[in-house]
């Protein structure tokens, strides 16, 4: 029988014993010796500490595969274990969990994404370009009434875009309600679609308490791809919306940052991407080069999310946050073309509106698809010209303007 083995980065006066406190924590030990657990329930069910780097102050922990309940507890059992209690033993002043080995078994025992790249890449007809996919988040991210929602996305559509999404904070408000906002939105990108002749995929945000009925009924409205905020809905959320559709799961990872952006505590992005694609989303936002969120070791996500794992179909990494037609060649450069990236300020916000700003965004991809520089194609494409002028191509570090 195989292990888990999760790496942590551990603040403590002795680094060695702050493992052993943990591995003891987290599977058949406590603070104290107790006489109910056993020789024997130690040595098959306790956790070990493996490798010590003193330097780097990394400990490698192998958690037996018979301590996890994946029928039942899934991947809440699995964070309970490799990511519970021991945030807050005393023995460590902080710990990061930075990554995690799963076994043959406990991988397959998933069986992940459902679509995955190619099967994402069949719907929108880009199997034979591998051209990197465009998206964008309807903006404002809350208010739009469901008619100007749905002209929103019909511009975004009818400038080629591939997908048009919900933004993470919108799901049946008062001004927007769902059913309302996904038939009029379905209906539009179908007309968008007889003019274009191009699939364009709205990803519904259902995260809510109740996913599988909110999802259904989005289903029921026409949709063609759902989407979930992850971390706030919660793991059984994404793998209930796997299990019960036959769409593409668009995976949100908003509050991440709560978890992930410390340096010395907390989870890394790369163990949530790991989950993820257990559980079966077929897009994940986990970072990007060039962009208004920071993304640390974004590369080491997607090599999660794109490598293969035991056959499990990849998932494609979503490119997105402050990004705009000027950054997609870093973006492509630093993560390839097997990548979703979006816009949605980049495209909202351009000088000649939504349409303008979608097109500009493919005029940017075919450029580096064609090899051309972007201020050289700009010379023949007015929507990237303009685009360009307005956002240029070097990162910026300030926002949030007061024009807003
Ligand atoms: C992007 C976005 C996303 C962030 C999340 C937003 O909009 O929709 O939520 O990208 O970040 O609301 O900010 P803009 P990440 O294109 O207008 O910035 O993908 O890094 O989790
Ligand atoms: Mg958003």
């Known amino acids: 029988m195989g292990e888990v083995i999760a790496s942590y980065r551990i603040d403590a006066d002795d680094i060695k014993v702050a493992a052993r406190a943990i591995a ?29 780097d003193e330097e780097a102050k990394v400990a490698k922990i192998a958690f037996p595969v018979e301590d996890f309940s994946l029928e039942i507890g899934g991947i809440p059992n699995i964070l309970s274990i490799i990511a519970g209690n021991l945030f ?34 069949k719907l929108v007809g880009t199997s034979q370009t591998k051209r990197p996919h465009v998206g964008t988040i309807i903006k404002p991210k809350i208010g739009l009434p469901p008619e100007r929602f749905a002209e929103v996305a019909y511009e975004a559509a009818m400038g080629g875009l591939d997908f048009i999404k919900d933004d993470e904070t919108l799901a049946n408000q008062d001004f927007c309600p769902l059913e309302d906002r996904v038939s009029r939105t379905m209906e539009a990108l179908d007309r ?51 299990r019960n559709f036959k769409l593409p799961i668009h995976v949100h990872r908003t509050m991440h940052g709560a978890i992930t952006r410390m340096k010395n505590h907390g989870i890394a992005m790369l163990v949530f991407a790991k989950l993820v694609r257990l559980a079966g989303g077929d897009q994940l936002h986990v970072g990007c080069a060039m962009g208004k969120m920071e993304s640390e070791n974004f590369q080491a996500n997607y090599n999660a999310l794109r490598s293969e794992w035991y056959g499990l179909k990849p998932v494609f990494p979503v490119c997105s946050g402050g990004v705009h037609p000027g950054y997609v060649e870093g973006n492509v450069r630093a993560g390839g073309t097997d990548i979703v990236i979006q816009a949605g300020g980049g495209v909202h916000g351009h000088p000649l509106g939504t349409r303008a700003g979608a097109k500009a965004m493919m005029q940017a991809v075919e450029a580096v698809m064609k090899g051309i520089p972007l201020e050289e194609y700009a010379k023949e494409h007015e929507e990237l010209r303009l685009a360009l002028e307005k956002w240029g191509t070097q990162q910026i570090t300030r926002y949030y303007s007061e024009e807003m």
């Open 24 to 52: 003891m924590e987290q599977s058949t030990g406590t603070w104290t010796k107790v006489s109910t657990a056993t020789q024997e329930i130690h040595e098959k069910y306790g956790a070990k500490v493996v490798e010590v």
């Open 88 to 121: 807050g033993l005393r023995e460590v002043r902080a710990v990061k969990l930075l990554d995690v080995e799963f076994p043959r078994e406990i991988v397959t025992f998933f069986q992940g994404p459902n679509f995955g790249i190619e099967g994402v890449r």
């Open 192 to 242: 968008a679609k007889e003019e274009t002749g191009k699939t364009c995929l709205y990803a519904v945000n259902v995260t809510s308490e109740d996913i599988v009925e909110t999802a259904q009924l989005a289903v029921d409205n026409g949709a063609n791809c759902l989407m979930i905020d992850v971390l706030t809905c919660g793991f059984p959320g994404l793998r209930a919306l796997n």
